[in-house]
């Protein structure tokens, strides 16, 4: 059986639009065929993140930043209706990879230096301080809504315009700025309380 956007058995629930009335209904932002190309979709691309990464969680924030950048600012590059999924497969490799790779040279980093001899006391000083900060900080994260997540690593993290990330929730301008504002003074009370005992 082939459900699929991309010719193979689909998991979830498939479109039931035909590829060509999918893709130009994606390049048209039509909500209905969106949210059934998601439901399409997104179990794979979540698989295929937290395969690259090793994590579920982590993975399926990955699959939602994936399926946003390209339901928003790639769709229109794909030509052919039976591309969508392999597109947004490579997308979701490419991302995850790059993902593996920062958090593999972070570890690499916030480690003891593998000098030659006793390790300089600054620097291990220096790697321990860092990785205390990363893991506060990946805490205090962790108490805002993963819409104030997911907006901060798109404002942040991607660097893309108040409007971009406007259109990608559905909200103006004016209201993600707000919510970034938001997030960020939580974040800065957060940190500032210190770790909790």
Known sequence: MTDGIDG?????????????VTLAGLKARDPKIQA?????????LVAVCAAVLGDRARGEEMAQDVWIDFAYNHVDRVRHARAVYPYL???AVRRARRAA???????????PPEAVGMPDERGL???????????????????LTPRARQMLRLRIHREDSLSAIGRAFGVSKQAVDKAIRKALSALRACLERGPAA
């Open 36 to 44: 059934e190309t998601w439901r399409a979709v997104f179990p794979r």
């Open 89 to 91: 497969r490579l997308m």
């Open 125 to 143: 000083l220096g790697a321990l301080d860092a990785r205390l900060r990363a893991d506060r900080l990946a805490e205090c994260l962790d108490t």
């Open 8 to 20: 193979s058995a689909a998991r979830g629930s498939p479109p039931t639009a035909p590829p060509e």
């Open 101 to 111: 790779a920062r958090r593999a040279r972070f570890r690499r980093e916030g480690e």
